[in-house]
């Protein structure tokens, strides 16, 4: 049984200030279902509108952080400051070092706030290969209080999905590893989601092109509420 589930959408570097105010808008006439916790990811210039406009019952993220504080970086504290509750580290799409991605999660904890960690291979086949390096590589020495969000990079806006096998591998992997919430990310939308939701593996998705439009969104929502309504 779910105690939350999470539904995180990573805009990625999508938007605009009128689609910030659309979304808001139309997601209003969705009352969040209880047991479910949305959290929006909008591009850095976004993150104040869109706390301002989104309903209550959403959480704020952004999608990285800087450690460092050169000219033009966003550090943990000024993501704080506009009221973000997690933060994306190391996502696929971003090719950071193993010592960058550790100290943005230290940086984004120092602050209280939550680092959800993407993790995940480019090649099916070496899948526990490539997570042990990460792990060992992202977590030693690093106090709880991050999440873990498994993406296999091939299956990030392919419209693939692992299969059941696949995914109980790696979840078991991961649980007897690390004893924190799981997510799971790549290609998530209302087609794809089912299948996913009733393994029960996962405390939550990650979801990219499918949280960009309302309506995609709000029947995420709508068929993840089914689910767990099910149980
Ligand atoms: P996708 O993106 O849902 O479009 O595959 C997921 C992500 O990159 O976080």
Redesign the pocket.
Known sequence: MYKSFFLLG?WKANGSLQQVRDFCAEVRSLKVPIGITPILAPPFPYLDMMKLLLPQGYGLAAQTCQASSFTGQITAPMLKDVGCGWVLIG?G?RQESFQEVRQQILSVQGEGMIPIVCVGEKDPDSVLDVLDQQCGHYFQDIPEGYWVAY?PIW???SGKTPDGKHLKKVSEYLKQKLHLPLLY????NSTTVFPLLSSQLWSGF?????SLKACDWMALIQQIKNCILLK
Request: charged fraction near 20%; proline fraction near 0%; hydrophobic fraction near 40%.
């Open positions: 990573n996502h799409e993406e299956a990030i806006g990310g790549g290609s998530v990650l979801v990219g092109k499918a």
